[in-house]
């Protein structure tokens, strides 16, 4: 059974166009992250939601929002996607505190044209 | 800055020989690591963790080793099966920066027939 669940897997979005990815879990764990991940490297954290409560990394671009609207829902907002934004987005979850194992989605595709 | 690396980017072996993959990281302050297996199109899959006061953990077919002297973690597979074909990634959580983790680079793992 899925625990995380992200829709769509595959998106397509041209250059400037407003995006939504979203992101569902059925653990009821109350940290939800968001990675980008590009071509043959490593997850790259954007931010993450503790509750309600909403971490962005120094370095993640404005361009990039999230909205976590209860528990189990979060959506990552691209403004307006550069070429450089095509990746993988990967969505997590972790029961915190202790232990720290984030369970992953199965990620969004994400092409800009 | 401090952070996760890997050793090795690519390796190899015959199909029913073990595996070891490592990782060196530089931030002695970690107490928690990781490993995760990603397959191609997929988000990234727990394998096994462990705990800094801790230096080795079993699973089923897989063993993390840690030294904390030099600051190198392992993960050895056995019996590697074409199935463990994937990229593996290594995780660190610094002890006080709850709820994050840094990944290294990975390892393309490729099992011969």
């Not at chain 1, 990394?57 to 528990?71: C, H, I, K, L, V």
């Not at chain 2, 928690?32 to 963790?49: A, L, M, N, T, V």
């Not at chain 2, 080795?56 to 074409?82: D, E, F």
């Not at chain 2, 074909?85 to 390892?107: D, I």
């Amino acid at each position: 059974d899925a625990m995380v669940i992200q829709n769509p897997r595959y998106q397509v979005t041209q250059f400037g166009k407003p995006v939504t990815l979203s992101c569902s879990q059925t653990l009821n764990h109350n940290v939800m992250y968001w990675y980008q991940q590009k071509s043959s490297q490593a997850p790259k954290l954007l931010f993450h939601y503790y509750d309600k409560d909403f971490n962005n990394e120094a370095d993640t671009p404005d361009n990039f929002q999230s909205r976590r609207p209860n528990t189990s829902f979060c959506f990552l907002d691209i403004r307006s996607p550069g070429l450089g934004d095509a990746a993988m987005y990967l969505c997590a979850t972790s029961r915190d505190p202790d232990p720290y194992e984030q369970y992953f989605g199965p990620g969004t595709r994400l092409t800009v044209t | 800055g401090e952070s996760v690396g890997l050793h090795l980017p690519t390796l190899s072996v015959q199909e029913g020989d073990n595996s070891i993959i490592n990782c060196a990281y530089s931030n002695s302050a970690s107490d928690y690591f990781i490993w995760y297996k990603q397959e191609s199109g997929k988000g990234p899959q727990f394998i096994i963790d462990i705990r800094s006061n801790m230096d080795k953990r079993q699973g089923q077919r897989v063993t993390v080793l840690l030294n904390k002297t030099v600051k190198h973690l392992s993960l050895q597979i056995a019996a590697t099966q074409p199935g463990d074909s994937a990229v593996y990634f290594c995780a660190e959580n610094l002890k006080g920066s709850a709820r994050q983790l840094t990944f290294g680079s990975g390892t393309q793992l490729t099992v011969l027939p």
